[in-house]
């Protein structure tokens, strides 16, 4: 059976149908795409003028070299760099990245945990002394558990995430790039997690990673900067809010021995 010829390129066989309008496309017309669609169809998409970035390039251009060059990009160029990203893109090679720059982190996260730990740990045993392991529990066990599983439950942590982000992206109405682009953009935005090696502010500075979430939600979704600030602040603002009710729910269970005297 003689294989299809491409719609553009009549001596290239084709991959497939273009899922929009039916024309043949070959090899050359899709490079570069996240999906085979002919060139017309992919004009009038919100990928076009979107091209792979380096961490999706990192076979030609080398592992190190895409990764330092798309952390370098995303946080000192981040309008530019999202500019580039593809909401239809590989959601794995975002999770990869930010993957990677979890585990690059786990030493200055220790750290950090570390210097905190001593209280935390303290806090806890007087909140939980009926609980017998926690009592047990020394400030470096908190910072190493805390740190291994900031890499063990990544996909958890990850996946998760990008669902809570796109569904305060959707109330806002940051909704074109679809959920895909949603993980992709978070994924991209975790080079703000290397603000981790400056010591004591080093957390604070993470603010910056939100401020990389609202500038990726009006570049991938294309919204205004205002639905993306609402997208943006609607997450601190049900977390806030979801804590606040677990502590209070926790202060109550705490003071029934003496509420029942």
């Not at 990928?47 to 990764?67: F, K, T, Y």
Request: aromatic fraction near 12%; hydrophobic fraction near 50%; proline fraction near 5%.
């Amino acid at each position: 059976m003689t294989p299809a010829k491409c719609a553009v390129h009549r001596e290239a066989d084709a991959l497939g149908p273009c899922p929009r309008c039916g024309n043949f496309v070959c090899g050359l017309c899709a490079e570069g795409r996240a999906e085979l669609v002919c060139a017309r169809c992919f004009a009038l998409s919100p990928e076009a003028g979107r091209q792979p970035i380096a961490w999706e390039r990192r076979r030609e251009l080398g592992a190190l070299s895409a990764l330092w060059q798309t952390w370098k990009e995303s946080m000192f160029a981040p309008d530019p760099f999202f500019k580039k990203v593809m909401p239809n893109g590989k959601v794995s090679d975002a999770a990869l990245y930010a993957f990677v720059m979890t585990v690059l982190m786990i030493g200055p996260n220790f750290m950090q945990q570390a210097l905190s730990g001593k209280q935390t740990v303290e806090t806890l045993k007087t909140m939980f002394r009926s609980v017998e392991w926690l009592q047990a529990l020394t400030w470096w066990r908190y910072a190493g558990g805390a740190a291994v599983a900031s890499v063990v439950l990544f996909p958890l942590f990850f996946f998760l995430g990008a669902a809570f982000f796109h569904g305060c992206a959707v109330l806002a109405g940051a909704r074109e790039g679809g959920f895909n682009g949603t993980a992709r953009l978070m994924g991209y935005s975790y080079g703000a997690m290397a603000s981790y090696v400056v010591p004591y502010v080093g957390p604070m500075l993470t603010v910056y990673y939100f401020a990389l979430i609202v500038i990726g939600m009006m570049r991938v979704h294309r919204v205004t900067v205002w639905r993306a600030l609402v997208a943006s602040l609607l997450i601190p603002g049900i977390v806030i809010s979801c804590a606040s009710c677990g502590l209070a729910f926790l202060i109550i269970d705490l003071m029934r021995p003496m509420l029942q005297r």
